[in-house]
């Protein structure tokens, strides 16, 4: 069987489920609403299997699913060497956020990365310590802010709820996932003038790690069919 992996729950399911089901590829959850597996129909020989959209990346890095849907922010995040990992088959036109970098609103003087860094450099020389910078995108902000040329900062894991770390006093600035600006407005936080770290949406992946020969091939051959995409480099049966 080819296992194709799709977020277990909210939106990015839904749409996931919608997206599928308008190219003629029907899923659905097998047994309860709790259960975390599916079956396919208008296609042969595809399994459902419903993931945690930050999981996605690594089981597809490890070639346990075939196929993935999720963030690519998250596969960015995830996998060093992701172009090495998995092949982009489909941007799918939702889940759409940008990975940004925010301040206190009560910074007037800080509105670009070259002042994020002076304020960086005063903070420390004030401080003692490096200014904070709550993210759960470690790798994308460090190699980000190392492109942008600000060096005098840390950075401090946050999980969730990261809009909340400024006012909490765990740090100074936010790099997070926004869609409206809904939650940095409500925490009193504004969006840094420059380009987002990484527009993320939702992508359909391919694991070059998975064991393709035979029944998955032919699965995933009629898949792209039904999608109208072509096969991705490297993806080619053996001679
Ligand atoms: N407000 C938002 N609008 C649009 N997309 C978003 C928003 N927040 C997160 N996303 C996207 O949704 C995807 C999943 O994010 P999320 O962090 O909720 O997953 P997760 O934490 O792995 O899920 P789970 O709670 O199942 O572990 C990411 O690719 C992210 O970019
Ligand atoms: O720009 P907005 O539309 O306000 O959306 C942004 C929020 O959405 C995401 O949070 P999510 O709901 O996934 O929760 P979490 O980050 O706390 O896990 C993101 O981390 C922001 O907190």
Redesign the pocket.
Known sequence: MLKLGVPSKGRLMEKTFEWFGARGIEMRRAGSEREYSGAVDGVEGVELVLLSAGEIPRELAAGRIHLGVTGSDLVREKLADWPEQVAELAAMGFGH?DLIIAVPTAWIDVETLDDLDAAAAAFRAQHGFRLRIATKYHRLVREYLRDNGVADYQLVDSQ????GTVKNLTAEAIA?????????RANHLKILQAAPVHRSQAMLFAARAASWDGAPLIALEEVLAKLGLPLPQGFEPEA
């Open positions: 956020a969730g709820a990261t809009e997070d996932i926004t869609s409206t600006g809904e939650t940095l």
